[in-house]
């Protein structure tokens, strides 16, 4: 199993730019950001394979936001910018997937979190 930790959350505003990481343990097959608002259900953001040959946005923030991996150090990046007060909240990283990536029951392990708040 991989284990994943995020870091690089934040308050920022409207318009602004925040990187987080998620770090692997080991090698994954693929990670992915998944993130959950107050209330609302645990949302897809965006996934890579760590080949790089396949990677998958959300609409919500296609265009806004960047995957990227450094394959040395087993991390993964979200590069999110033009932040909007819709972006706020928790962000996880996920690993270990078997079967649709944007469905959060597909993937076996979880990070803790990092909260992300977009003041407007």
């Known amino acids: 199993q991989v284990q994943v930790v995020e870091s690089g959350g934040g308050l920022v505003q409207a318009g602004t730019t925040l990187r987080l990481s998620c770090r692997a343990s080991?090698?994954?097959?693929?990670l992915a950001w998944f993130r959950q608002a107050p209330g609302k259900e645990r949302e897809f953001v965006a996934g890579?394979?760590?080949?790089?040959?396949?990677?998958a946005y959300a609409d919500s923030v296609k265009g806004r936001f960047t995957v990227s991996r450094d394959t040395a150090s087993y991390t993964m990046y979200l590069q999110m910018n033009s932040l909007k007060p819709e972006d706020t909240a928790i962000y996880y990283c996920?690993?270990?997937?078997?079967?649709?990536?944007?469905?959060?029951?597909?993937?076996?392990?979880w990070g803790q979190g990092t909260q992300v708040t977009v003041s407007s």
């Open positions: 996920a690993s270990g997937v078997s079967g649709s990536w944007r469905n959060m029951t597909s993937w076996g392990y």
């Open positions: 080991a090698r994954p097959y693929a």
């Open positions: 890579t394979s760590w080949t790089g040959a396949t990677i």
